[in-house]
């Protein structure tokens, strides 16, 4: 079936370093691809999203790009501020469904230190 | 503003007392959708609804009732809570079509002692 998969955190880092968090799925036909983020105490916001291949979502200094090759929708950010630190997940619409259906990572908690 | 407002932001149970989650969205959006959030599983649906008197179920639809009789509004059921329901709910909104994203409401964190 259809599935997300993200790398493990927590990933911590200095403020001003680069972010890179691995988004890779698994899903038949052509899935839009999402990007949420959500602090701490509260519900999930939409940070970015793609909608076919090679679109590139962008919002806040964030990226991400649609690699149907790769099957990847890795988010990256040029230099994180601790205001950034938040759990990050990314997730799939189901095409199967009719897009009805959202299919999320994990999650990957990010801690930025000053 | 725009929001999908749920309630309560915690609840303390006990097995079995039938509780009621409400969500009310106030974006006019056709689609809502009832989501689970546990440690290290992330998100699971519960079930959705695509618009008035239509719902379906998600992934982990057992224990679990919905209704749909107006647009903006989507409540969560629990007929008979049990401790494998604490969890973190979150209910989420969004216009028909595969490019819309999700609005999600705050979330409920439910405990079912």
């Known amino acids: 079936g259809n599935s997300v998969t993200q790398m493990e955190g927590p990933v911590t880092l200095s403020e001003e370093a680069f972010l890179t968090i691995n988004c890779t799925y698994t899903a038949t036909g052509y899935p839009s691809l999402f990007w949420y983020v959500q602090y701490p105490g509260e519900g999930l916001q939409l940070l970015l999203k793609a909608t076919k291949a090679d679109d590139k979502g962008s919002n806040k200094g964030f990226e991400a790009t649609y690699r149907k090759e790769t099957t990847s929708f890795h988010l990256e950010k040029g230099s994180v501020q601790v205001s950034d630190s938040a759990v990050y997940f990314c997730?799939?619409?189901?095409?199967?469904?009719?897009?009805?259906?959202?299919?999320f990572g994990a999650g990957t908690r990010l801690a930025v230190h000053p | 503003e725009a929001q999908v407002t749920q309630n309560p932001r915690y609840l303390i149970t006990v097995t079995g007392k039938k509780l009621t989650v409400t969500c009310s969205q106030n974006m006019n959006h056709e689609y809502m959708s009832w989501y689970r959030q546990d440690p290290g599983l992330g998100l699971r649906q519960i079930y959705y609804?695509?618009?008035?008197?239509?719902?379906d179920k998600g992934d982990v639809p057992e224990g679990y009732k919905v209704s749909r009789k107006e647009k903006r509004n989507f409540p969560l059921i629990l007929e008979s809570p049990s401790p494998n329901q604490t969890s973190l709910y979150f209910c989420?909104?969004?216009?028909?079509?595969?490019?819309?994203?999700?609005?999600f409401g705050s979330g409920t964190r439910l405990t079912v002692v």
């Open positions: 997730a799939l619409s189901d095409p199967t469904g009719g897009y009805n259906k959202l299919i």
């Open positions: 609804s695509m618009n008035v008197e239509v719902t």
């Open positions: 989420a909104s969004r216009v028909q079509g595969k490019a819309y994203g999700y609005t």
